[in-house]
C-alpha cells in the first residue's frame, strides 16, 4: 500500500550482539552445516527468468481486489502452488466492504471546461491502452456533489491549514488541492485533516517536484511520472482499524456477523480524488491571493499562490457501497516435526491498475519461491515447521485480506507462529531494505550475508555499501501500510518486510506497470530473483532452527531509548511521569534474553534438547506479552504497547504513552506507564524459566 520504506528510515538500530563468528544464532554447528547445501539449492533453483513470465501474469491486466481477473489470479496461484507441490491449498473468501467508482468530474464552471481525471496512454508501454483500466479513485472517499471555489493547501498537513488561516484564507465549505508529499505522509491522514478542517472536498495531485520531471527523467525514459500520471490509493482511517470496516477484531465470513459501515472508527466523512499536474495546472494556474511560501512551490513553472482560484469547480464523486467477496490463497508445507509452529511469508496480489511494482513485483517473487520449495520438497526434504505462503486480498483498500486472515487464525497463529516475513513490492531498484521487530534484526543481518547480491559479494556486503554503515540498518520502527500490521499489532508475531527499493515516481499509477519494472525498475529481474533467495533463505532457517533466533536484549535496550526519549518529550511538554518501574523492567528484559541465548547456545551444543526447548518456548512468547488486551485508547484493535502507526503511518513509539503525554494527560500518562511496565515484565517473564 505504501512505500513504507521511505518514511521507515528515521531511525535505526546499531545494535552488535558478541556472537561468535562461525555460530549462527538458533543452530548447533550441526544443524548450521546440514542447512548450507539446502540454502544453495534454494538460491540456485530461483532464477530471474521464471520471475519474469511469472510478473507477466500477474501484469498483463489490471487486477483490483473483487474484480474477476483478480479472482482469476487467485485461481492461477492456487493451481500453480499445487503443481509446485504445495499441500492444503485453498482460497478462502472473505465478503468485504469494497466500494467502486462510479462517477467522477471535475468541471470548471466559468469556461466548463472537464478536467480529464485520468492518464494518457504511452505508444512504448502497450498495457497503458488497455481499456479495462477503470476510473481513478480514493477508496472510502465519501460522496460529493459540489460547486465551490480551490484553494492551494500545500502537503494537507495541519501546519499547512495554519499558515492558510494565518493568512487570512478560509478553507470551509471550498475544495483543498494538496499535493501528494515526499516524504512520504499517508493520503488517510490528508484526508482526516481535511475533514477536520471542514473543507468540502479535497483533490490529491503529484507535483512535478514530488515524483515527476524535477527529479530526473520520466517514464518510459526514466523512473518518475510523466504528465498525466495520479496516484491512486485508499484513504480510509486503517491507523485506527485495518481490514473490513465491518467486522473490527474478528474475521469477515460468509453469513458471519457485520456491524455498519458508516459507523466504523475507519470511515471518512469527506470526499477526495486523485489527479495529475496535468489537470491540477489548471486550477493552480487559476490561484489568486498571495504568493506561497518558498517551501510550498512545486516544479511548475509559474509561482503558485494560496488561492482562492478566480474561478468555481464543480465536482462530483461518487461510489457504490458494496459489499465484494475477496480471496486469500493459502498453502502450505506441513512441518514434518513441528507442524503447528509456523513460518508465514505473504504478498498481496491485488494492485490498483497492473501492480509491475506494487504489488507484482512482490507476487512473481512468492511464486518463484514457492516453486523453489516445492522443488526441495520433491527431492525428499520436509520442513521441521510448516511454511506458509499466502497470497492476500484487497491490501490496498484497507490492509484487508491479511487482516481478516489473521483475525481468522489468530489462535494458532499466537500459539504457534515464530514469525511473518512480508514482500510487497520486492524489487523496484537495487537497494536492499529491510524493517523488522528488534528481535529480528540480527537475524536478517546473518541471512544476508548467506545471498548472494546481484552485483556481487552478498547481500549484506551491497547492504553495507549502499548505506555506508558498520552495519546494516534495518529499520525497527514500525509504523504501517502493509500487510504486516495485523501479526504485529493485533496478534504479536514478529514480523520482518523486506525490498528492494529504488527511485520509483509511478506508485499507483497506470505506468507502474510490466514495461516499467522490464525497463526501469529490474531489468534481468535479477532482483526479484535475489528477494527470492533471501526471502527462501529467512524462511528455511527459521523452519529449521533449534531455537527461534530472536534477540530480546537488542530489543530492550531498543525500548529502554524509547523510554529515553519518552522522558525528554515529557520533560518537554510539562508532563510528570515517573519512567522508573519501567526502565527497571525492560532492564530484567534485557538481562533475561541476553540470558536466555546464552543458555540456549550452550544446551545446543550439549545436546540438552529439554533445555533448548524451553528456551525456544520462551521466546516465542515474549513479542505476544508486549500486547495489552485493552489496546490503545481509542482503537482497541492496536493491541502492541511499543509499536504503532500514527496516522501519517508514521511509527509511534510507546503509543500508549507517548498519546498520554502528547495529550499532556497526566493522570493517563500515569496508568500507561503502568500499563506498559507489566508488558515488559511479562515480557521479561516469559523468559524466566530458561535462566
Ligand atoms: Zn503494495
Known amino acids: 500500500m505504501v512505500r513504507y520504506s521511505v518514511i521507515l528510515l528515521l531511525l535505526i538500530t546499531a545494535t552488535t550482539l558478541s556472537v561468535p563468528q562461525n555460530i549462527r544464532e538458533g543452530f548447533s554447528l550441526a544443524n548450521a552445516s546440514r542447512l548450507k547445501p539446502l540454502e544453495a539449492r534454494l538460491v540456485q533453483s530461483i532464477r530471474p527468468e521464471n520471475c519474469r513470465s511469472q510478473h507477466r501474469i500477474f501484469t498483463e491486466k489490471p487486477h483490483m481486489a473483487g474484480s474477476v481477473r483478480n479472482y ?24 468485504v466492504y469494497l466500494p467502486w467508482p462510479i462517477r467522477y468530474e471535475a468541471t470548471l464552471v466559468g469556461t466548463n471546461e472537464k478536467l480529464s481525471l485520468k492518464e494518457e496512454p504511452i505508444p512504448q508501454d502497450k498495457d497503458s491502452y488497455n481499456p479495462d483500466v477503470g476510473i481513478p479513485y480514493c477508496a472510502y472517499s465519501a460522496d460529493v456533489d459540489v460547486t465551490a471555489p480551490v484553494v492551494y ?67 518510459p525514459w526514466g523512473p518518475w511520472g510523466p504528465e498525466s500520471h495520479l496516484q491512486r490509493g485508499g484513504i480510509v482511517y486503517d491507523f485506527n482499524l485495518p481490514g473490513d470496516p465491518r467486522t473490527p477484531g474478528w474475521a469477515s465470513v460468509p453469513g458471519g456477523r457485520f456491524l455498519p459501515a458508516e459507523s466504523a472508527v475507519s470511515m471518512p466523512t469527506v470526499a477526495a480524488a486523485p489527479m495529475s499536474y496535468k489537470d491540477a495546472r489548471r486550477l ?27 474561478d468555481k469547480l464543480h465536482l462530483v464523486i461518487q461510489n457504490d457501497k458494496k459489499v465484494r467477496s475477496i480471496w486469500n490463497v493459502v498453502g502450505r508445507l506441513r512441518g514434518a516435526e513441528r507442524p503447528n509452529e509456523w513460518v508465514v511469508l505473504g504478498n498481496h496480489r491485488d494492485a490498483w491498475v497492473f501492480g509491475g511494482v506494487d504489488p507484482s513485483s512482490g507476487s512473481a517473487t512468492l511464486m518463484e519461491t514457492a516453486r523453489a520449495f516445492g522443488e526441495l520438497k520433491r527431492s525428499g526434504w520436509k520442513p521441521r515447521r510448516t511454511l506458509i505462503f499466502a497470497s492476500w486480498d484487497a491490501e490496498e483498500f484497507t490492509l484487508t485480506g491479511s487482516t481478516e486472515w489473521g483475525e481468522l487464525e489468530a489462535e494458532r497463529l499466537q500459539a504457534g507462529a515464530l514469525a511473518y516475513l512480508n ?30 547480491d546481484p552485483s556481487g559479494g552478498s547481500i549484506y556486503d551491497s547492504w553495507l555499501r549502499q548505506t555506508n554503515s ?26 520482518a518486510d523486506l525490498t528492494f527499493d529504488g527511485p520509483y515516481g509511478v506508485y499507483h499509477s497506470i505506468y507502474d506497470s510490466f514495461t516499467w519494472v522490464e525497463r526501469v ?7 526479484h530473483a535475489a528477494m527470492g533467495r533471501y526471502w527462501a533463505v529467512a524462511a528455511l532457517q527459521l523452519s529449521e532452527c533449534d531455537y527461534v533466533p530472536l534477540d530480546y536484549a537488542a530489543y530492550a535496550r531498543e525500548v529502554q531509548s524509547y523510554l529515553d526519549e519518552t522522558g525528554t518529550a515529557a520533560r518537554r511538554l510539562g508532563v510528570e511521569v515517573d519512567l522508573g518501574p519501567a526502565r527497571d523492567a525492560a532492564k530484567v528484559w534485557e538481562k533475561n534474553g541476553r540470558t536466555a541465548l546464552e543458555v540456549a547456545r550452550k544446551a545446543v551444543e550439549a545436546g540438552d534438547t529439554a533445555r533448548v526447548e524451553r528456551v525456544h518456548k520462551g521466546l516465542m512468547k515474549v513479542e505476544r506479552a508486549l500486547l495489552d488486551p485493552d489496546g490503545l485508547a481509542g482503537r482497541p484493535w492496536f493491541k502492541h504497547l511499543i509499536y504503532a502507526p500514527r496516522p501519517t503511518y508514521k511509527p509511534l513509539v510507546l503509543p500508549a504513552l507517548t498519546e498520554a503525554i502528547e495529550a499532556r494527560d497526566q493522570p493517563r500518562a500515569k496508568l500507561e506507564v503502568e500499563r506498559l511496565t507489566r508488558a515488559l515484565k511479562r515480557a521479561a517473564a516469559a523468559l524466566e524459566p530458561t535462566n
Do not use: C
Request: no cysteine; glycine share 10%.
Open 153 to 219: 493547501v500545500n502537503s494537507g498537513n495541519p501546519e499547512d491549514y495554519d499558515l492558510l488561516a494565518q493568512r487570512g484564507v478560509d478553507v470551509r465549505g471550498k475544495i483543498a488541492l494538496a499535493r501528494y508529499s515526499v516524504p512520504y505522509s499517508y493520503r488517510g491522514f490528508k484526508a482526516l485533516t481535511a475533514q477536520r478542517r471542514g473543507v468540502a472536498a479535497l483533490l490529491l495531485y503529484s507535483d512535478p517536484a514530488d515524483d515527476g520531471f524535477k527529479k530526473g527523467d520520466v517514464f
Open 72 to 95: 482469476e489470479l487467485a485461481q492461477h496461484v492456487a493451481k500453480q502452488w499445487k503443481e509446485y507441490g504445495l499441500e492444503d491449498v485453498e482460497l478462502i473468501e472473505h465478503p
Open 423 to 452: 514482500v510487497d513490492s520486492s524489487a523496484s531498484g537495487s537497494n536492499f531494505t529491510a524493517a523488522a521487530v528488534p528481535a529480528l534484526a540480527n537475524f536478517l543481518r546473518d541471512v544476508a550475508r548467506d545471498v548472494p
Open 284 to 310: 493552480l494556474e487559476k490561484m489568486t491571493g498571495p504568493a506561497v511560501p518558498t517551501e510550498w512551490q512545486g516544479g511548475l513553472p509559474f509561482t503558485y499562490r494560496l488561492g482562492p482560484t478566480s
Open 470 to 495: 558498520n552495519e546494516p540498518p534495518v529499520t525497527t520502527r514500525l509504523g504501517s501500510g502493509s500487510d504486516y500490521t495485523v501479526f504485529l499489532n493485533f496478534l504479536g508475531v514478529p514480523i
Open 521 to 527: 525498475g529490474d531489468p534481468g529481474y535479477y532482483y
